[in-house]
């Protein structure tokens, strides 16, 4: 299971705890209990990206996979399948 993720100002579905930031996820498939599980796995990362500095900045500004994939972003089934706009890819 994994999920796109790409800073938002609009259909924010979670936000760093951080930094505040919000941001749009695109989902490969979910059931309550997988969403629950990657949300947790999604703070996880978007923590890890405030290693060395504190601000928004921070994170990936054309969006990221978690869990982290290999390829490029735009082939992954998250980002297809969860009908990422192309202008996120
Ligand atoms: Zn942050």
């Known amino acids: ?3 796109f993720c790409k800073s938002s ?3 924010v ?3 760093c705890s951080v930094c505040g930031q919000g941001f749009a ?13 990657t949300l947790r796995e999604i703070e996880k990362t978007l923590r890890s990206h405030h290693y060395n500095q504190a ?11 978690v869990p982290d994939g290999k390829g490029p972003v735009a082939f992954s089934g ?3 399948l969860g009908n990422a706009p192309s202008w996120a890819l």
Do not use: D, N
């Open 1 to 3: 299971m994994q999920v």
């Open 9 to 11: 100002g609009e259909q």
């Open 13 to 15: 579905e979670t936000c």
């Open 25 to 37: 996820l695109y989902w490969e498939r979910q059931s309550k209990a997988e969403r629950t599980k």
């Open 55 to 65: 601000g928004p900045e921070a994170h990936p500004t054309r969006g990221f996979l």
């Open 78 to 80: 998250a980002a297809i």
